[in-house]
């Protein structure tokens, strides 16, 4: 079945510090999805990503979609202590009229102050 | 606005005990979906439902029971509990399906004895 990939499973970082999560699926994607859980919290959508090559800017965060839409990533510039959390990716997969949706299994982020 | 309220919010069971737990929203969402969340696991997919009266099955959904009467509701039933079967509980609803954002509730914390 399809597998999605996801580096690191843990990242401590400086306060400041630049970070990267990194998802990579077995299959070509039909979309790529990214979502952030605070501790104690829930999932909560953050963006889509639909295009080959796609690259998407949220204040501090760039997600990027691969070329061969296979992998994709996550980077917080100057990072802070609200950043905090795992981030998942979530890999769309479609065919004969039915969709499936694997999640990595995240990238915890601790943040110094 | 709601959007996707669970309950309860903590459960302890006993094991060979049933019970179910509750999911529901008010977006007028077609989809909705049941995931556990397990230490280093990520979110795996239990159930789904792509309207009233469709339901079908996801990665993991042996020991678990869905029914989607309304549009509105999608509980999930524990048949015969499992210390296999504590974990962290999301519903999640999107509107057209998985190639679309989900929206997760708050979470049942299970824990079976």
């Known amino acids: 079945g399809q597998q999605v990939m996801q580096i690191p499973q843990y990242q401590h970082v400086q306060e400041g510090e630049d970070f990267t999560t990194y998802c990579n699926s077995s299959t070509t994607l039909s979309n790529i999805q990214w979502y952030k859980q605070r501790p104690g919290g829930h999932p909560v959508f953050l963006i889509q990503l639909v295009k080959s090559g796609e690259v998407k800017k949220q204040k501090r965060l760039t997600f990027q979609f691969g070329e061969a839409k296979k992998n994709s990533s996550l980077h917080i510039t100057a990072t802070q202590t609200t950043d905090v959390g795992t981030y998942f990716c979530a890999g769309l997969t479609s065919g004969a009229g039915s969709y499936q949706l694997t999640f990595g299994k995240g990238t915890k982020l601790s943040v110094i102050p | 606005n709601a959007g996707v309220t669970q309950t309860p919010k903590f459960q302890v069971l006993k094991t060979g005990q049933s019970m179910t737990l509750q999911c529901a929203q008010d977006?007028?969402?077609?989809?909705m979906s049941w995931y556990r969340q397990d230490p280093g696991m990520g979110l795996r997919l239990i159930h789904y439902s792509v309207g009233a009266g469709i339901t079908d099955q996801g990665e993991v959904p042996n020991g678990y029971n869905v029914s989607r009467s309304t549009t509105e509701d999608f509980p999930l039933r524990l048949l015969s509990a499992a210390p296999s079967q504590t974990s962290v509980y999301f519903c999640?609803?999107?509107?057209?399906?998985?190639?679309?954002?989900?929206?997760f509730g708050n979470g049942t914390r299970l824990t079976v004895t």
């Open positions: 999640a609803s999107s509107s057209r399906g998985r190639d679309s954002p989900l929206h």
């Open positions: 977006m007028n969402h077609e989809y």
